[in-house]
């Protein structure tokens, strides 16, 4: 069964039309990298996986339920928790209303408890932050903080937009760690990144974007000959 798919989906913003009949699939439990250049239309694709934009033709399943044109809400209960490109945390609330908000928003008030009780097993890091603003902590903790708001109850299938965009490379680590746990957990990944050494290492496949359409779809090691050569001809 696959987690998500996106069968044949175009998607515009007015006239411009973002993505063209794309179709991609993360089978349950696995790790899907999905790179390209700037502009190819990777937030799109995450966007359209929570909901966010809805498909101009094609369809979106998740675990074989057909969620095309669903909002948000109903898409992130059929299993998706979705961390949209720079979605961050609020600043001047504390971690633990964070998480709080959160839960209670994609949950329900009463899975807030043993959702936010899980959370500080898993990150005793904000566990032992919980009384503080989100705002003071370091760019990788916040990070890891919006990845633990989207991660309340299990999800099927978590997709990230650059997780690790702006980051320093040790907080990258930090992210990268978290990802192989849920990955080992049997919870699938759609990983989205432009830095592509970091996700490719941890995926099982790898779907390469460019300019609205899939240039690849394969092993990871194959698809950095194709991004090379998509980057050598948008430089030439
Ligand atoms: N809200 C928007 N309105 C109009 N065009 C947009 C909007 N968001 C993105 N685009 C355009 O859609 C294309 C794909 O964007 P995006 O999905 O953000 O690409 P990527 O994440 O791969 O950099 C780009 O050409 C971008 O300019
Ligand atoms: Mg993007």
Redesign the pocket.
């Known amino acids: 069964m696959n987690a998500i798919e996106l069968r044949a989906l175009s998607a515009s ?2 006239p ?1 039309r ?1 993505l063209d009949s794309v179709s991609l699939a993360v089978p349950d439990g696995a790790v899907v990298g999905l790179v ?1 250049p ?7 694709v995450a966007r359209v996986c929570a909901g966010l934009v809805a498909p101009s033709s094609g369809r979106l399943l998740v675990g074989g339920e057909d969620v095309t044109g669903a909002r948000p809400w109903r898409v992130a209960r059929a299993g998706v928790a979705s961390l949209p ?1 720079g979605r961050g945390v609020f600043a001047r609330l504390t971690v633990a209303e964070n998480l709080e908000l959160s839960f209670a928003r994609w949950l329900g008030p009463s899975a807030v408890p043993d959702a936010i009780a899980r959370t500080y097993e898993r990150f005793p890091m904000l566990a032992e932050r919980r009384r503080q603003r989100a705002g003071t902590l370091s760019g990788g903790q916040q990070r890891l903080l919006s990845l633990a708001k989207v991660l309340g109850d299990a999800p099927r299938v978590v997709v990230a937009d650059e997780l690790s965009l702006g980051l320093a490379p040790a907080a990258v680590d930090d992210i990268y760690a978290q990802l192989a746990v849920l990955h080992a957990e049997g919870t699938a990944l759609l990983v989205i990144e432009q830095q592509t050494d970091r996700v490719l290492a941890l995926a099982d496949r790898a779907v390469v ?1 460019d300019r609205g359409t899939v240039a690849f779809d394969g092993v990871p090691a194959g698809a950095s000959p194709v991004l090379a050569r998509i980057l050598g001809v948008t430089a030439g």
Do not use: V
């Open positions: 913003y007015g411009y973002a390209g700037n502009g190819a239309g990777k937030s799109t490109e974007l």
